[in-house]
């Protein structure tokens, strides 16, 4: 019967009392996914990481070695096993989907609880406020960072700075007054407002100035480009409002 040598590496990585390297064991858990017998050589003083570093001039680790070789750190080792490395600066919808699935989850099974049926009027309304309540959260995590890239676009902002740093909690009030069902003429006013001036800002700075800004609409850290998104965001909370206003009464489920 024919024996194979197991897969060998070495893995040098910092394990300190006061460190432990995130990407050393993301490191360790992708060779070993990838069927590799690890030799984890854990650099446990800060002397051991400079001499460990000095003495094959790297400025980082984690380091990873196979058959001799130095594969180099955590991305130049994800590159080694033919995957792709994320791009922090890339454009992406994933927090916005990621968002908007939780509100339908959220709000689905709320509806389950208070009715025992999914596909109800109610569910809906909530997913539109529960979406506003998240959308907002993000916003109110950096309120500074939102209103800087709030204001590339934004034409009342633009006007009025301190709108940019209103915004945040105005979208979050509309949210939770429509989940309670609570001082529906404030959260009707409030949505409508904010919502016509933000649709009306992002269609002028995407659709018709053609501008390539990133969007706001889920914090100011976001990498998620100006467009749909936000567009559906604005759109939405102006239909809520509408929808609240011209509902038949006791309509629900």
């Keep these: 019967m024919a024996t194979y040598a197991a897969k060998r590496a070495e893995l040098h990585r910092m394990a300190t009392a006061?460190?432990?390297?995130?990407?050393?064991?993301?490191?360790?858990d992708l060779l070993k996914r990838e069927g590799y017998e690890v030799d984890d050589h854990q650099l446990t003083t800060r002397e051991e990481a400079d001499a460990f570093k000095a003495k094959h001039n790297v400025d980082t680790t984690p380091q990873t070695f196979i058959d001799g070789q130095r594969i180099g750190g955590y991305d130049d080792l994800v590159r080694f096993f033919g995957r792709e490395v994320k791009d922090k600066d890339a454009v992406t919808y994933k927090?916005?989907?990621?968002?908007?699935?939780?509100?339908?989850?959220?709000?689905?099974?709320?509806?389950?609880?208070?009715?025992?049926?999914?596909?109800?009027?109610?569910?809906?309304?909530?997913?539109?406020a529960i979406a506003m309540c998240l959308l907002a959260l993000q916003k109110l995590k950096d309120v500074e960072g939102f209103a800087t890239m709030f204001l590339n676009y934004d034409l009342l902002a633009q006007r009025w700075v301190r709108y940019a740093y209103v915004y945040p909690f105005a979208e979050a009030l509309a949210g939770v007054l429509m989940i309670a069902g609570a001082l529906m003429w404030l959260s009707i006013s409030v949505a409508l407002f904010i919502g016509g001036v933000g649709a009306v800002?992002?269609?002028?700075?995407?659709y018709?100035?053609?501008?390539?800004?990133?969007?706001?609409?889920?914090?100011?850290?976001?990498?998620?480009?100006?467009?749909?998104?936000?567009?559906?965001?604005?759109?939405?909370?102006?239909?809520?409002?509408?929808?609240?206003?011209?509902?038949?009464?006791?309509l629900a489920h």
């Design 18 to 28: 006061e460190h432990t390297c995130p990407f050393g064991l993301k490191a360790l």
């Design 201 to 206: 800002s992002v269609f002028k700075a995407v």
């Design 95 to 128: 927090p916005v989907i990621a968002l908007f699935a939780m509100a339908a989850l959220m709000a689905l099974a709320a509806s389950w609880a208070a009715f025992g049926n999914l596909a109800t009027v109610q569910a809906a309304e909530w997913f539109i």
């Design 208 to 250: 018709v100035d053609k501008r390539e800004l990133k969007c706001a609409c889920v914090g100011g850290d976001s990498n998620v480009p100006l467009g749909f998104v936000s567009l559906t965001e604005d759109l939405m909370m102006v239909a809520m409002a509408i929808w609240m206003i011209f509902k038949p009464m006791g």
